[in-house]
T-cell receptor, first 115, second 115 residues
Framework: AQSVTQLDSQVPVFEEAPVELRCNYS??????LFWYVQYPNQGLQLLLK??????LVKGINGFEAEFNKSQTSFHLRKPSVHISDTAEYFC?????????????FGQGTILTVHP | DADVTQTPRNRITKTGKRIMLECSQT?????MYWYRQDPGLGLRLIYY???????NKGEISDGYSVSRQAQAKFSLSLESAIPNQTALYFC??????????????FGPGTRLTVT
């Protein structure tokens, strides 16, 4: 069984400041890792994913994440946030390879960007 | 037009009533999923289907049933609704391993309130 823990339920930050949203996972098998964003009253949109290869993954809207296998982490970062980044962010994990499909989500982190 | 649509978008129903939530997709994906979102809990998988003849229980299937009427349609039913099924419900689709992006595409959600 897999599990995902997002270490911060809420992260307030000022505009143009850097931000890191933390995610740890546990799994006994190889995994694929994802970050999704949910804007108010909308569905989820994929920000980025790690399947294999380079551990630094770049996504949309200037976000990036680093896969750290030894620490079982997949933290999301952005060097300079905008007001429009205010949203809820979800880390998710799936078994890799042909077992891909079911996502296990973390509890979510609400990012609030203040002017 | 949206790739994944859900109907209704909002529904208020009474305890004990049967209710069906519908999901349609135009992405041509074989795989479809139903999740529910509760504040502070993230999204949890209710049921998933890897093709028309394949239905599987997810993490929290008790009190729910599903029907996969066609590749493009996947319905979720609450046989006898109870208040703790009040939540935001999402349908999602994905392609099969090795065929594409390993991204799940989410519908806009159905907000269900059981009184």
């Amino acid at each position: 069984a897999q599990s995902v823990t997002q270490l911060d339920s809420q992260v307030p930050v000022f505009e143009e400041a850097p931000v890191e949203l933390r995610c740890n996972y546990s799994s006994s098998v190889s995994v694929y890792l994802f970050w999704y964003v949910q804007y108010p009253n909308q569905g989820l949109q994929l920000l980025l994913k790690y399947l294999s290869g380079s551990t630094l993954v770049k996504g949309i809207n200037g976000f990036e994440a680093e896969f750290n296998k030894s620490q079982t982490s997949f933290h999301l970062r952005k060097p300079s946030v905008h007001i429009s980044d205010t949203a809820e962010y979800f880390c998710a994990v799936s078994e890799g390879g042909t077992s891909y499909g079911k996502l296990t989500f973390g509890q979510g982190t609400i990012l609030t960007v203040h002017p | 037009d949206a790739d994944v649509t859900q109907t209704p978008r909002n529904r208020i129903t009474k305890t004990g009533k049967r209710i069906m939530l519908e999901c349609s997709q135009t992405k041509g994906h074989d795989r479809m999923y139903w999740y529910r979102q509760d504040p502070g809990l993230g999204l949890r998988l209710i049921y998933y289907s890897f093709d028309v003849k394949d239905i599987n229980k997810g993490e929290i299937s008790d009190g729910y049933s599903v029907s996969r009427q066609a590749q493009a349609k996947f319905s979720l039913s609450l046989e006898s609704a109870i208040p703790n099924q009040t939540a935001l419900y999402f349908c999602a689709t994905s392609d099969s391993p090795g065929q594409g992006s390993y991204e799940q595409y989410f519908g806009p959600g159905t907000r269900l309130t059981v009184t």
